[in-house]
Structure formats: structure tokens, C-alpha cells
């Protein structure tokens, strides 16, 4: 790394510790049903007439039951509104294209990943897509979906702080207030400011234009810059045009890839601070974002490193070993700008990429796909990584209890065998989908038939794939051939899994911590802050992520490093 690539890496390390606060403080007043904002007066008779009109008391709490059946029923009617627009496409209006609508296996996969804050694309957004589908049947689910993982993680948070209590709160108010008072502000200034950029937003049909050869290309047009604003900000990822934030429309400049990349990662790391306010233990958030921080640090410096080592199969062919890996990668941005990039949309639940992540190196690629097996607990998607990690949390508990042999607590609640239980019921269903998955691909026709690539990196073209759907990151090692009606439909499935499967026990978590009382702490309580309790909590993310998934590893990015090494592919 240069010292230009240290001083970017402090500036973005530093800029993101000092949001946290004001974003955790500003989440207090969000996610509190009576909280004031400093745009009440704009927006406060909306939000009123919102209720109105759905028919809902946004005082009227709901149990951890009633929260997750109304956050079900929403998304189902999510998925069947977005996979009719997508059937519809052709006779719908704002298509100057004339593209037609997708086949229905394409329709569902698509559906059911904006609908699960996955944005895994089999397909080529501007080749796609018309300007009403990305506007009404996927930028609508980058919102909707990015606020109902906030609430989430709002309730358990909440569960975590009340004490004999049968309510975590409302999903419908969570929903409107999370919508209204922080991502649809923020991404209107966040929008003007990508224009300012230079990327476009427009309802202009394409370009054509005569090239200096003259052929005709044609130039995509659209409503860009609200997309990638919420892309970003919601940690959706789905990107406008096909090579998404390495396209100079969607990332024009530095500083526009520099600020895309501090935006995926500000509300989730505020909402580490939002955790340590609500439980009246603001060490304890520190805490837990420290351990996320050191984690990512470790995973952004083992990319960078083997990337700019470069590739012995290159360095074979002539390459200089000076000039690292620059296959797929932006000479905008570089070497370090593609893998920290790659890193944080990895940590995060977002998905969107400045480079190919399928031409990485073999470790360089390891970094990405073992950050989404963690379950994307490093400030991770918004909502999503900060209850990821609270299940890692109550677990690193349990191990402390055991370990000192008394009854584990948490922040003065008992963690008891049913907790346990949900805590591992949430690990188990993203395990058993990506490897499950995985080796089905493995042994079919179909599986095998969609690969570009053979030996050790084909097996990690597979395993990406099901582990970006299942962890809802959306991103790919592009080799893969995905839009089939298999692939489609089993990363459908998946992605489907990995939202709410993973969702349900986590509110029953969040419902039963709720219900307990709250015991003052004694002389045998582990204290959840402060250096031990980071260095435990780490050591369990890391743990459990090895034991699940350093098998499959194994056998594809480690053997292959070893092969490369040696001058080969297999």
C-alpha cells in the first residue's frame, strides 16, 4: 500500500467514527415513536395522514408474534406487486426502449431479491430493465426493505433494553418512520449530490453515437442518480447499469466513490452507537462496533495486500509483479480503492462492486466471500448486520458463562437455553442454505452447465453465489452464468431463506428477552465492554465462521492459491 492508500484508509476509518454518534443520536429520535425530528414540520402530516390512510394507532405496540407476521405479510405483498410490473414491463409506461417483460423465472429471482435487500441481478440493468421497473418495482424495495431491517433490529434492541414486557413495537410505525424522517431525506440530498458528480438522472431514451471506428454504440440514459443514492444508503446494491459502480454513470469521480463507500456503512454504524443509548450502557456499543471494526481493518488490509502481490500466473506472462492485479479492476480507482470497496460491500449486506470480484486473486477473493459467511456482521446491511451480531454477542455470552461456570447474563438478562437455541436456529439455516445449495449445484447438470470456469475456482464461482443470496448481498464472481431457470430459482430460494428464516427466530429472540426480568449485576457478571469482551466476541465471529465454512474454502480459494503459486488453474 502507497502512503496515498493509508491516508484514504485513516480519512474513511476517521469520517465514519465521528458520524457514528450524530447517526446513532439521530436513530434514537426515528426509532421512537415520539420522537422529534428538525423536519417535523414538513413531514410530521404525512406520517399522520400514512396512518390514516392504512388504518393504523402508531402508538399501538405489537408483540414479537404480531411484528413478524405483519413484516411477512408486507413482504409477500412486496414480491407479488414487483414480479406483476416485471411480467407487465412491456405494456407498462416509461419504457422508450420497447424492452420486453422478463420470463418468469427471471421475474421471480428479481422479485424476491429486492424484496429481501438482496439485489442479486441475473441480469444487465440497461439491457433490462425499463425506467418504470426500476423506478416503481425496485428503487421502492430499496427503500421499504432497507427500513423493515432497521425496524428489526429496532425491535431486538428494544427486547434486549425492556424488561417484562410483551411488545417490541410497531412494525407498521417503524416502517413509515425509518421511510419518511431518515432514508428518503438523506437520499434526496445524497442524490443532488451524485448529479453534482456528474451522473445522470434523466427520462431521456438512449444514445446512439458514431464511435471513432465508426460503429454505433449506444449510451444508457435514466433516472440514475435517485437509484444509486438509495443503492447506497440501504445497502441494496443493485446497480442501474450492468457493471454498476465501476461505470462512470454511476461512480463518476473520486470523491463520489469515496462518499458511496461511506455511505454503506453509516447507518449501520450508527446504529452500534443507537444499541448502546437504548441498553444505558454506551460501552457496550463501542464495544460491539470496535470488534466490527477490527474485523474489517484485518479484512480490507488481506485484500489490498494479495492484490497488490499480484497474480504468478500473470507475473508468468509478463506481467510485472509491481503493477499487482489489475484485472477487472477501474484504473480510476486502483488496486486499494477496488478492495477496500470490495471489502465494505461485502462487510455490509450491499452487494454493489467498483471491480470484478471473480478476477481477484484467490485470497483477495477469499476476503469478500468469507465476509458475507460471517452473516455480514461487520457494521453489515442496515438493520441486518447489527442483529447478526447481536446473536454473535449473546453467544460469546453463553461461552463467557461456561466458561467461569455461572448462569450466563446480558446486559442483567439470564441467557437460557431457548435463547441459545435461537441464536444457533439463526447460524444453522445460513450454513445449512449456502453449503446445501452449493453441493446440489455441484452434482447437477444444470449447476455444472453455468460455469466459466473449471477445477478449484468454478467450485468458488458456485459458493459466492449462494452465499451472496443467502446472506442477501447481491454481489457475484461474475463467471458464474446464473440467469437459468434453475440458478433463478434456487438463488430465489435462497435468497428468500437467508431473509426470513433468519428473521423469525430473531424475533422470537427479541421476544423473549423482552419477557425476562431484569436481575442487577454481581460480582460473577461478565461485562460486556471493554478490551475482553471485544477480543471474545471477535474470536467467536471468527470461530464460528471457520467451523461452518473452512472446508469449503478449502477446496476452492486456499487450493487454488497453492495452484496459482505453482503456475496453475487446476
Not at 15 to 44: H, N, S
Not at 110 to 137: I, R
Not at 329 to 342: M, P, Q, T
Not at 442 to 451: P, R
Request: hydrophobic share 50%.
Amino acid at each position: 500500500m502507497h502512503s496515498t492508500d493509508w491516508l484514504q484508509f485513516a480519512l474513511y476509518l476517521g469520517i465514519l467514527t465521528l458520524i457514528t454518534k450524530p447517526m446513532g443520536l439521530y436513530l434514537m429520535q426515528v426509532l421512537d415513536a415520539d420522537g422529534r425530528t428538525w423536519i417535523d414540520p414538513v413531514l410530521k402530516p404525512v406520517e399522520r395522514l400514512t396512518y390514516k390512510l392504512i388504518g393504523i394507532d402508531p402508538k399501538r405496540e405489537q408483540t414479537w408474534q404480531q411484528y413478524t407476521f405483519a413484516m411477512l405479510a408486507f413482504s409477500l405483498v412486496g414480491v407479488v406487486f414487483t414480479y406483476a410490473i416485471l411480467r407487465l414491463q412491456d405494456v407498462l409506461p416509461l419504457n422508450p426502449q420497447g424492452l420486453p417483460a422478463l420470463c418468469h423465472h427471471l421475474a421471480f429471482n428479481t422479485a424476491v431479491s429486492f424484496t429481501t435487500n438482496t439485489n442479486w441481478q441475473s441480469y444487465g440493468g440497461e439491457s433490462t430493465m425499463s425506467y418504470f421497473s426500476q423506478m416503481v418495482g425496485l428503487t421502492f424495495h430499496n427503500f421499504v426493505s432497507a427500513a423493515v431491517g432497521i425496524g428489526i433490529a429496532a425491535a431486538l434492541v428494544r427486547g434486549i433494553a425492556r424488561s417484562s414486557v410483551k411488545t417490541v413495537g410497531s412494525f407498521w410505525t417503524d416502517l413509515v418512520r425509518v421511510t419518511y424522517y431518515l432514508l428518503l431525506p438523506i437520499c434526496l440530498v445524497f442524490a443532488i449530490f451524485l448529479v453534482s458528480q456528474g451522473m445522470i438522472q434523466n427520462f431521456d431514451s438512449y444514445t446512439k453515437v458514431k464511435t471513432l471506428e465508426g460503429a454505433e454504440q449506444v449510451i444508457a440514459q435514466g433516472p440514475m442518480a435517485s437509484q444509486v443514492a438509495i443503492k447506497m444508503l440501504g445497502t441494496n446494491g443493485g446497480g442501474f447499469m450492468n457493471a454498476n459502480a465501476s461505470h462512470p454513470f454511476e461512480n463518476p469521480t473520486p470523491l463520489s466513490n469515496f462518499i458511496q463507500m461511506l455511505s454503506i456503512f453509516s447507518i449501520g454504524s450508527g446504529l452500534t452507537y443507537y444499541l448502546g443509548r437504548m441498553v444505558k450502557n454506551q460501552a457496550h456499543g463501542w464495544a460491539v462496533w470496535a470488534a466490527m471494526m477490527v474485523l474489517f481493518v484485518g479484512g480490507v488490509l488481506v485484500c489490498a495486500h494479495f492484490e497488490a502481490a499480484g497474480n504468478p500466473i500473470h507475473q508468468q506472462l509478463g506481467v510485472a509483479a509491481a503493477d499487482g492485479n489489475m484485472e477487472g479492476k477501474e484504473v480510476r480507482f486502483g488496486i486499494f480503492n477496488s478492495s477496500l470497496f470490495a471489502t465494505i460491500t461485502t462487510a455490509a449486506s450491499c452487494g454493489a462492486v467498483n471491480s470484478m470480484h471473480d478476477s481477484f486473486t484467490s485470497i483477495g477473493g477469499l476476503v469478500p466471500l468469507f465476509m458475507i459467511e460471517l452473516g455480514e456482521v461487520v457494521i453489515g446491511g442496515v438493520g441486518a448486520g447489527l442483529y447478526g451480531m447481536l446473536v454473535f454477542v449473546i453467544l460469546a455470552v453463553f461461552i463467557a458463562g461456561l466458561m467461569v461456570g455461572r448462569t450466563p447474563e446480558y446486559l442483567g438478562k439470564k441467557i437460557q437455553a431457548r435463547e441459545v437455541k435461537l441464536c444457533m436456529l439463526t447460524l444453522l439455516v445460513l450454513t445449512l442454505s449456502i453449503l446445501g445449495f452449493t453441493a446440489w449445484a455441484c452434482v447437477s447438470d444444470w449447476g455444472v452447465a453455468g460455469l466459466n470456469n473449471s477445477g478449484p475456482h468454478g467450485l468458488s464461482e458456485m459458493l459466492y453465489a449462494y452465499s451472496s443470496a443467502t446472506g442477501n448481498n447481491g454481489s457475484a464472481f461474475a463467471g458464474l452464468t446464473a440467469n437459468t431457470p434453475w440458478y433463478n430459482t434456487t438463488l430465489g430460494i435462497a435468497m428468500f431463506i437467508g431473509r426470513f428464516l433468519m428473521i423469525v427466530p430473531i424475533m422470537a429472540l427479541a421476544g423473549s428477552l423482552a419477557g425476562k426480568q431484569a436481575v442487577p449485576p454481581s460480582a460473577g457478571t461478565f461485562p460486556v465492554n471493554g478490551a475482553t469482551f471485544t477480543v471474545l466476541l471477535i474470536g467467536t465471529v471468527l470461530l464460528i465462521g471457520a467451523l461452518n465454512f473452512l472446508p469449503a474454502l478449502a477446496l476452492g480459494p486456499i487450493v487454488e492459491h497453492f495452484l496459482t503459486a505453482q503456475g496453475r488453474l487446476f
